[in-house]
């Protein structure tokens, strides 16, 4: 079946720093890549939807500015989580899918913990 | 606004048992709807959707679910659990295109 490879899947970086995020689409190409933040004991939160060579559209609430989404590719959106604080620890997954519609079935990595110390 | 709500935040159900994780929706349209289950640490699988059609759903697993439009929910029900069903259940909707809205999730436990 279609997978969608995250990576890293765990990743440890000091406050102020940056990290990047890459979500694969391993055998199938993604017309749109989704960005989720999952808190402890939460649900998930989308924080911004991309479509191949255009820019994200961010959710309510989420800084663009740090959260920068780039979906360069059919296969490949990364999230950079940039100058980032012990605010921003937390789960993050990615999701993708071919269409645009929820007709086309939506396939999630398995996600990235990113700890700021 | 759309909005899902699942209930139960914690279920323990004895391995063999049926199983029943709620479900609603609140909105004026039928949306597509749809459970995931998450282990720990992981993604999310999809488990079933509905978007049309014969109200009662199956799914992998084992798993069904039955879509009520006068109760406005969507419940995951399963006959007999097995030790490998304990994880995190998120139902989710959409409405055509819209974003997919997820529930707050049900954590299942298995006891032997």
């Known amino acids: 079946g279609a997978v969608v490879s995250q990576h890293p899947s765990r990743v440890i970086c000091k406050s102020g720093t940056s990290v990047k995020i890459e979500c694969r689409s391993l055998d199938f190409q993604a017309t749109t890549m989704f960005w989720y933040r999952q808190f402890p004991k939460k649900s998930l939160m989308l924080m911004a939807t991309?479509?191949?060579?255009?820019?994200?559209?961010?959710e309510q609430g989420v800084e663009k500015d740090k959260f920068l989404i780039n979906h360069a590719s059919l296969t490949l959106s990364t999230l950079t989580v940039t100058s980032a604080h012990p605010e921003d620890s937390s789960f993050y997954i990615c999701s993708a899918r071919t269409g645009f519609s929820y007709n086309s079935p939506l396939h999630f990595g398995n996600g990235t913990r990113l700890t700021v110390t | 606004a759309q909005s899902v709500t699942q209930p139960d935040i914690h279920i323990t159900v004895s391995e063999g048992a049926s199983l029943e994780l709620r479900c609603n929706y609140s909105y004026g349209a039928t949306p597509y709807l749809f459970w995931y289950v998450q282990s720990p640490g992981q993604g999310l699988q999809l488990l079933l959707k509905?978007?049309?059609?014969?109200?009662l759903v199956q799914g992998i697993k084992g798993f069904e679910a039955e879509f009520k439009r006068s109760q406005s929910s969507f419940n995951l029900r399963k006959p007999s659990v097995h030790w490998s069903d304990a994880a995190e259940y998120f139902c989710?909707?959409?409405?055509?295109?819209?974003?997919?809205?997820f529930g707050t999730g049900t954590r299942l436990t298995i006891i032997p």
């Open positions: 989710a909707v959409a409405f055509g295109n819209e974003k997919l809205t």
């Open positions: 991309s479509n191949e060579g255009s820019k994200a559209t961010y």
């Open positions: 509905y978007f049309s059609g014969d109200t």
